[in-house]
């Protein structure tokens, strides 16, 4: 299976301020990595799906010019959430699927807190 | 994507089989079903996928009924480390399908 990383793992930021978050596909070369949110004792919920080089696709409710993603190689993908408020506090976690697989392969995640 | 419906929590004696119920009653004739599990506080971990046949991995098996409408998920020698948060999806897969998490199984596997 793929092999994704997060990183930072947890990061705490100030009202107002940016945060930048990167999924990394290290052994894999991820033409799709989707993001995932997930709120304290709720389930994940699918924020956008990230192609290379080509503008995300992002679900209905969820903010593209708030959470900017960036796609620019096979193994990069990274989310900005903007002027963040702690209402953006959540569990933020990335996947990848295998070409030609049914399997997705999810990043440890990365927790936020602003504060 | 078809409705799934889980338990909200079972319980399971370490070193017992685990039997992880899921209902699926409107899945369509194209869709797999799809089991992952999320151990507190990380990523999502895929167990294993089927369609109509029975599957065996080394992870786990999974049973699916001849009508298709309920599937059960079976770790045969559940560990402390299998306690986790266990989603039963439905979904079409093909290339870069979406996953849509219900709230799941909660199972704690107990000394």
């Known amino acids: 299976g793929a092999v994704v990383s997060q990183h930072p793992s947890w990061v705490i930021c100030k009202s107002g301020t940016s945060v930048k978050i990167e999924c990394r596909s290290l052994?894999?070369?991820?033409?799709?990595m989707f993001w995932y949110r997930q709120f304290p004792k709720q389930s994940l919920m699918l924020m956008a799906t990230?192609?290379?080089?080509?503008?995300?696709?992002?679900e209905q409710g969820v903010e593209k010019d708030k959470f900017l993603i960036n796609h620019a190689s096979l193994t990069l993908s990274t989310l900005t959430v903007t002027s963040a408020h702690p209402e953006d506090s959540s569990f933020y976690i990335c996947?990848?699927?295998?070409?030609?697989?049914?399997?997705?392969?999810f990043g440890p995640g990365t927790r936020l807190t602003v504060t | 994507d078809a409705k799934t419906t889980q338990p909200t929590s079972m319980d399971c004696a370490e070193g017992r089989a685990a039997n992880l119920p899921c209902n699926h009653s409107?899945?369509?004739?194209?869709?797999?079903v799809y089991w992952y599990r999320q151990i507190h506080s990380q990523g999502p971990q895929y167990i294993i996928h089927?369609?109509?046949n029975n599957e065996t991995n080394e992870m786990a098996s999974l049973i699916i009924t001849e009508d298709r409408k309920s599937s059960t998920l079976i770790l045969p020698h559940a560990t402390l480390r299998d306690t986790a948060v266990y989603y039963c999806?439905?979904?079409?897969?093909?290339?870069?399908?979406?996953?849509?998490f219900g709230k799941g199984t909660l199972l704690t596997v107990n000394p």
């Open positions: 999806i439905a979904d079409s897969g093909g290339s870069n399908y979406k996953l849509t």
């Open positions: 052994d894999f070369q991820a033409t799709t």
């Open positions: 409107t899945i369509s004739g194209n869709e797999y």
């Open positions: 990230s192609n290379e080089g080509s503008k995300a696709t992002y």
């Open positions: 089927g369609l109509k």
């Open positions: 996947s990848v699927q295998l070409a030609g697989g049914h399997e997705q392969y």
